[in-house]
């Protein structure tokens, strides 16, 4: 062979280990106290697969015939922020290479499907019915909701399953049922603040002997104070939460001085 020669003509696609068309000293095997076996008549050299098919030049003439058949980049897509806003769903899949009499592995199967949850849209009861429903496939770190589809035999069926699951999921979220408007105080699993009776205790000692004319002129809790009484009860007493918690208790009483 000439070394000027086009090597995608002389291997276009992938076959056996042929001596003669390979202009490379390449040997294979192992002889105790002799050099390894030469190319030629190598059965270790034409039983094991090859990717002198592949090789950069054949590459990129397959790119480039590809070329025509291929649209351009949408715009608008440029970084992965962009991305992120337009495809929120991230599908994990693998495939394995591997030297067995099947090319199937059982394990390429496998789906996992992940979102974040302030990807989707939700009111604050769809939201705690969604992650109760979801339950362990929520991560509060990451706030990555995943979900693993891996009993179907083919991939496409698990990638189906996976994306009913968390349409089934979401749906369902919105869903309030006749007993859920006959719930009580007691029957909350957690604390809501304008659910419950601490709205009015606060209520009344902000306007103690005070007597407004209307419900616009009472004075009502601040955002802050909410937000920290329902975190304090929700996730329970800590440093952080207690010292929150009382920063805001002095804002909103216009207490003077340091309080310890």
């Known amino acids: 062979m000439a070394t000027d020669q086009d090597w995608t003509a002389v291997w276009p696609a992938p076959r056996s280990f042929h001596p003669a068309s390979v202009p490379l000293p390449v040997r294979q095997g192992y002889v105790e106290k002799g050099s390894a076996p030469s190319k030629f008549a190598n059965a270790e050299l034409m039983k094991i697969p090859n990717f002198l098919h592949l090789t950069p030049p054949a590459v990129k003439q397959h790119c480039e015939a590809l070329k025509k058949f291929c649209n351009p980049w949408p715009k608008g897509l440029e970084t992965a922020e962009k991305w992120k806003n337009h495809f929120p769903i991230d599908v994990v899949t693998t495939d394995y290479c591997q030297a067995l009499p099947t090319i199937r592995n059982p394990e390429a199967r496998c789906v996992k499907l992940s979102i974040k949850l302030t990807d989707l849209k939700f009111d604050p009861h769809a939201k705690d019915k ?9 991560n509060r770190e990451t706030g990555l909701v995943t979900i693993v589809a891996d009993r179907c035999p083919l991939r496409k069926q698990n990638y189906d399953h996976a994306m009913y699951l968390l349409t089934a999921c979401y749906h369902e979220s919105f869903t309030t049922e006749p007993w859920e408007a006959t ?11 304008d659910r419950n009776k601490s709205k009015e205790s606060v209520e009344a000692i902000l306007n103690w002997g005070k007597t407004p004319a209307t419900e616009d002129e009472k004075l009502k809790a601040t955002n802050g104070f909410i937000s920290c009484l329902e975190q304090l009860i929700n996730e329970g007493e800590n440093e952080y939460n207690l010292n929150k918690y009382k920063e805001e208790v002095i804002k909103m009483l216009n207490i003077g001085g340091k309080v310890k």
Do not use: I, Q, T
Not at 130 to 138: D, Q, T
């Open 183 to 193: 719930k009580s105080e007691a029957d909350m699993e957690y604390y809501h603040y």
């Open 130 to 138: 969604f992650l109760r429903l979801v339950g362990e496939r929520y």
